[in-house]
């Protein structure tokens, strides 16, 4: 038996070889949302998209504007006197 059999590493998602990081990713985070600030909305002659800026990412992302949604507005909690 390997050596390293049964033990814990770690690694960069960008040095695996197989599958590809993408589909990594998509199988890990697919359903995570991702919240941003739009910056530019667009067409592709039939359908509306949104560029939108997402901290953390060097590039803004392209979605569908279908697919995006206003975050929920946060709750207000007041204390009433007594």
């Known amino acids: 038996?390997?050596?390293?059999?049964?033990?814990?590493v770690r690694f960069p998602v960008s040095a695996v070889v197989?599958?590809?990081?993408n589909r990594i990713l998509?199988?890990?985070f697919g359903d995570h949302?991702?919240?941003?600030?739009?910056?530019?909305e667009t067409t592709d002659g039939m359908k509306p998209f949104l560029?939108?800026?997402v901290?953390?990412?060097s590039d803004a992302v392209i979605v569908p504007?279908?697919?995006?949604s206003s975050p929920p507005a946060a709750l207000t909690v007041t204390a009433s006197a007594r």
């Open 1 to 8: 038996m390997d050596e390293n059999s049964n033990s814990t």
């Open 18 to 21: 197989h599958p590809h990081p």
């Open 26 to 28: 998509a199988e890990l």
């Open 33 to 40: 949302e991702l919240e941003g600030t739009v910056v530019a």
């Open 51 to 53: 560029l939108v800026r």
């Open 55 to 57: 901290n953390g990412l």
């Open 65 to 68: 504007q279908n697919k995006s």
